[in-house]
Nanobody, 128 residues
Framework: QVHLVESGGDSVQAGGSLRLSCEASGYIYSSSCMGWFRQAPGKEREGVAA????????YYADSVKGRFTISQDNPKNTLYLQMNSLKPEDTAMYYCAADPALDCYSTTWYRTRDYNYWGQGTQVTVSS
């Protein structure tokens, strides 16, 4: 069983930065895909970024490229999302997701249905 706990959400002004963390417990392959997703009120959950640590590949939604960075600390079993130049449209609940058997591909990393394990979410609010 995989257990994910996010932290680091906060309220910031536009242009500010935040770093989200996701602590994972249970059995996770270091080479599996882990991702960050977000969901704003009234909208569907969407992929923000993913990392395939085994081969060092990262993937980003177009809306966050150049502003967000996903990284992973394998010894600590922790996933991070560094968010810079935040915009009001980044306001959402952010979720960490993982699956020990999941590979990351550019055409699939954002599919919520592929991830079987989710955290409870951490709220990010960006004011203008």
């Amino acid at each position: 069983q995989v257990h994910l706990v996010e932290s680091g959400g906060d309220s910031v002004q536009a242009g500010g930065s935040l770093r989200l963390s996701c602590e994972a417990s249970g059995y996770i392959y270091s080479s599996s895909c882990m991702g960050w997703f977000r969901q704003a009120p009234g909208k569907e959950r969407e992929g923000v970024a993913a990392i395939y640590a085994g081969v060092g590949r990262t993937y980003y939604a177009d809306s966050v490229k150049g502003r967000f960075t996903i990284s992973q600390d394998n010894p600590k079993n922790t996933l991070y999302l560094q968010m810079n130049s935040l915009k009001p449209e980044d306001t959402a609940m952010y979720y960490c997701a993982a699956d020990p058997a999941l590979d990351c591909y550019s055409t699939t990393w954002y599919r919520t249905r592929d991830y079987n394990y989710w955290g409870q979410g951490t709220q990010v609010t960006v004011s203008s």
